[in-house]
């Protein structure tokens, strides 16, 4: 479903066509690739990768004051490092680190089929969803972070829809933008696991030693790593030209 001037668009996407998308919105026209983020075929133009624990210190501990090495610390109010969760609307109100902004990128919303969301708020399955538009998500950022130099760390589920938001980012000027590279939920980590024949298999890592593989196992900020996040939903940090479906229950 797209926006529009009158109401919405509805429309069902493949994986494929999502794929399509990012890699349309965050590759074209772009110079040599200086990093492959491999796990979507997408290039990263911005300044770097972060971790989520780099992130939670620098925004949350250190309330967006940055050190900056020999430079000391970054003490410009209009400066302070901010996390823009690009992830969906239930994904955010399921959990989200503390005052990060909520700019959902590519998509704002996903309807699911009967199987419902994950405990991080993704569908399982997704029957539908509302896109997000490349020009509204970049002018609501330029809205809510008005100075170029702002240290920006973009968050999504697992590290791969925020290369994309941080290529447009990029794009348009922001000069110190930051992927958290593992994302609010991460992927299975890996590693080769002696065979009987003496062969290795490279296979997933159970890092809670419970015997079951679920997404506690995932190394991204809300499950291994541990790190805070909370689920109240402040006005200023929400999406605003979509804020009725932050009450919407599926």
């Known amino acids: 479903m ?15 066509a999502m794929g399509s998308l990012m890699m349309v919105s965050a590759q074209a026209e772009e110079p040599p690739c200086p990093f492959d983020e491999n796990r979507a075929g997408l ?29 000391g610390r970054l003490g410009n109010p209009l400066l302070r490092a901010v996390i823009v969760d690009v992830r969906s609307i239930p994904e955010y109100k399921a959990g989200h680190p503390e005052r990060s902004y909520n700019v959902p990128y590519p998509f704002i919303y996903q309807f699911c089929d009967e199987r419902g969301r994950h405990p991080d708020g993704a569908c399982v399955a997704r029957t539908s969803q509302i896109d997000q538009n490349d020009a509204d998500f970049l002018s609501y950022i330029q809205k809510i972070i008005p100075n170029q130099d702002t240290p920006i760390y973009l968050l999504c589920r697992t590290g ?15 000069t110190h933008v ?10 299975f980590l890996t590693a080769p696991k002696l065979q009987e024949d003496g062969s290795r298999v490279i296979s997933a890592v159970d890092l809670n030693h419970d015997l079951v593989l679920d997404d506690r196992d995932k190394n991204g900020w809300r499950y291994h790593q541990g790190l805070p996040y909370e689920t ?12 009725d479906l932050y009450t919407w229950v599926d």
């Open 43 to 71: 290039c990263g133009y911005y300044k770097s990768e972060i971790s989520p624990a780099e992130a939670y210190l620098h925004t949350v501990v250190q309330r967006g004051f940055v050190n900056l090495g020999s430079g």
């Open 232 to 243: 109240r939903l402040l006005p200023w940090l929400m999406y605003q030209p979509m804020a």
């Open 178 to 187: 930051r992927n958290i590279w593992e994302g609010f939920v991460g992927v």
């Open 160 to 174: 791969v829809r925020s290369v994309a938001a941080g290529n447009l980012l990029t794009d348009a000027g922001y």
């Open 2 to 16: 797209m926006r529009t001037a009158t109401g919405y668009i509805w429309s069902a996407i493949t994986g494929t």
